[in-house]
């Protein structure tokens, strides 16, 4: 019974804890020193991206997190500590990191498994798909399955996760794969030559076919400056150009411009130089990009 009340006891202000990010839980954390997934409210109903441990007892301590925005949060209920107490939890945190870091490598793994399983049965080039008619570009070296396109996502060379693509616009990558520094590549990477770093797949190829440059599609503003530490370790010797998104319309709307921040965060890190869209005075504010850009021009040509 006592070990129930101390569970009990810690697990409540553990889900506070979580509460406070994540919105209502509607269950309560197993304080039993082992990873837990579970649904985080927003992400897709199916999706149980979330992870805790939690450890009971007089000093009880956790960890929650999410893998897909790959934040981690700690707890404690020690407040003033002996040295030996403030040990205790710092081991019980310590322990908490690794089974994260375990679960995730794991995911991780099984995720790259299945990426270069599905890469490699879709041999075929993808035929003409309405994601590529929408956006005006060609299919290079995507592959398709199903009716879903296929981008590869490589880390260290290696492949590791892919970019689903619907016929609608819609986009998944496979549950648990590395994102992280990882990016798809487009062209072929020279010494002394520029190699464009962007976020989305479309707008890297609109980049590619209007310049014959190499690209490195990082998928997301996050992930630009961990693509441009890659790419600078990898080839040092490449010309390193962010071309960021313009989000005008959500800066208008007063959340500010996260693709523009991020490109400049990236680029003042690395000492890069850093481009965006030049848009005509008459450019709607809902364009963001270089395929937004080129897609427009291209409509406008043909009225």
């Known amino acids: 019974?006592?070990?129930?009340?101390?569970?009990?006891?810690?697990?409540?202000?553990?889900?506070?804890?979580?509460?406070?990010?994540?919105?209502?839980?509607?269950?309560?954390?197993?304080?039993d020193a082992t990873l837990h997934r579970f649904h985080v409210p927003g992400d897709r109903k199916e999706s149980r991206n979330g992870w805790y441990v939690l450890f009971a007892g007089s000093l009880a301590a956790g960890a929650f997190g999410?893998?897909?925005?790959?934040?981690?949060?700690?707890?404690?209920?020690?407040?003033?500590?002996?040295?030996a107490e403030t040990e205790q939890v710092r081991q019980r945190i310590e322990r908490a990191r690794r089974q994260r870091e375990?679960?995730?490598?794991?995911?991780?793994?099984?995720?790259?498994?299945?990426?270069?399983?599905?890469?490699?049965?879709?041999?075929?080039p993808?035929?003409?798909?309405?994601?590529?008619?929408?956006?005006?570009?060609?299919?290079?070296?995507?592959?398709?399955?199903?009716?879903?396109?296929?981008?590869?996502?490589?880390?260290?060379?290696h492949l590791v996760n892919l970019q689903r693509i619907a016929p609608d616009g819609s986009k998944r990558f496979l549950s648990g794969g590395q994102v992280k520094g990882s990016y798809?590549?487009?062209?072929?990477?020279?010494?002394?030559q520029p190699l464009y770093v962007c976020e989305g797949w479309a707008t890297g190829a609109t980049l590619h076919e209007a310049t014959e440059a190499a690209v490195a599609c990082a998928m997301n503003a996050?992930?630009?400056?961990?693509?441009?530490?890659?790419?600078?370790l990898r080839h040092p010797e490449a010309m390193l150009i962010f071309a960021g998104d313009d989000?005008?319309?959500?800066?208008?709307?007063?959340?500010?411009?996260?693709?523009?921040?991020?490109?400049?965060?990236?680029?003042?890190?690395?000492?890069s130089q850093v481009v965006f869209p030049n848009w005509p005075a008459c450019a709607p504010p809902s364009l963001s990009d270089f395929n937004d850009l080129a897609v427009w021009r291209a409509a406008r040509e043909q009225a």
């Not at 925005?69 to 707890?75: A, C, L, M, S």
């Open 184 to 192: 798809s590549p487009l062209g072929c990477i020279t010494a002394g």
């Open 247 to 271: 989000d005008r319309q959500t800066e208008a709307v007063g959340k500010g411009n996260p693709g523009r921040k991020a490109a400049n965060a990236a680029a003042v890190a690395l000492g």
């Open 222 to 232: 996050g992930n630009l400056l961990s693509v441009g530490l890659e790419l600078r």
């Open 102 to 124: 375990a679960a995730q490598h794991q995911r991780q793994q099984s995720a790259a498994k299945l990426a270069n399983r599905w890469w490699s049965n879709a041999r075929r």
């Open 66 to 83: 999410s893998w897909r925005t790959g934040e981690t949060h700690y707890w404690s209920t020690s407040k003033v500590a002996t040295t």
């Open 1 to 31: 019974m006592i070990a129930v009340h101390l569970s009990e006891h810690c697990a409540l202000p553990f889900r506070d804890a979580m509460q406070r990010l994540y919105g209502s839980l509607d269950w309560l954390p197993e304080a």
């Open 126 to 157: 993808a035929p003409i798909h309405s994601y590529l008619a929408a956006k005006q570009v060609r299919s290079h070296a995507l592959r398709q399955r199903g009716d879903e396109l296929l981008v590869p996502l490589y880390r260290a060379g």
